[in-house]
């Protein structure tokens, strides 16, 4: 996700490789978190909750709070008096490995203990370019299109298209001249 496209003041759902995330900025950390986007209590989508004043993730549901490490800190129909329910571990929520670079969050798309620092050890392919001001104006856009990674690479390897899929849009190369004519 690039994170220009990310607002610090709400949570956003994002499905990538199948896998339903939601993507939230722990202001207690200072740093984008990616977990499940599913509430332990009754599953529901922790991607329409909110950021409380604690800098917590609330679920919109019953309103349990978690923090970026995906504990549960508070259950507000929990009695005070009794038992600490929150800290079960059926109350965490899965949290996955995430690392920004090149302007990008990225996210390791598995949330089991022995990943837990997978993204320091295995960071993504850095392109120094794109941080590099003198090489380029960064613009980073995205789009969702509906078919799979053989498919666009295919696309990509095809420059023939571009003048006439892509009229008006980019650059055409210079065009052949047309003998029928
Ligand atoms: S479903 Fe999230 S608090 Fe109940």
Redesign the pocket.
């Known amino acids: 996700m690039p994170l220009c496209d990310l607002d610090k003041r709400v949570p956003h759902a994002k499905k990538i490789l199948g896998i339903d995330v939601v993507v939230w900025w722990d202001r207690n950390e200072k740093k984008w978190q990616v977990f499940e986007d599913k509430?332990?209590?009754?599953?529901?989508p922790?991607s329409e909750?909110r950021i409380d004043q604690w800098g917590r993730l609330q679920?919109?549901?019953?309103?349990?709070c978690f923090n970026g490490s995906g504990g549960c800190k508070f259950?507000p129909q929990a009695p005070s008096d009794g038992p600490s329910v929150n800290t079960s571990k059926k109350a965490c929520v899965a949290v996955y490995p995430t690392i920004e670079q090149n302007q990008i969050l990225w996210f390791w798309p598995n949330s089991a203990s022995q990943y837990k620092d997978i993204a320091v050890k295995e960071k993504p392919p850095y392109i120094r370019e794109l941080d590099d001001p003198s090489y380029y104006t960064p613009t980073i856009s995205t789009r969702d299109i509906p078919y799979g990674y053989e498919v666009l690479i295919e696309n990509f390897m095809d420059p023939s298209h571009v003048a006439y899929a892509h009229y008006g849009i980019m650059a055409p190369p210079k065009a052949p001249s047309d003998k029928s004519r």
Do not use: D, S
Request: charged share 5%; glycine share 14%.
């Open positions: 509430c332990p209590h009754r599953l529901a922790l909750g679920c919109v549901y019953h309103g349990w259950i």
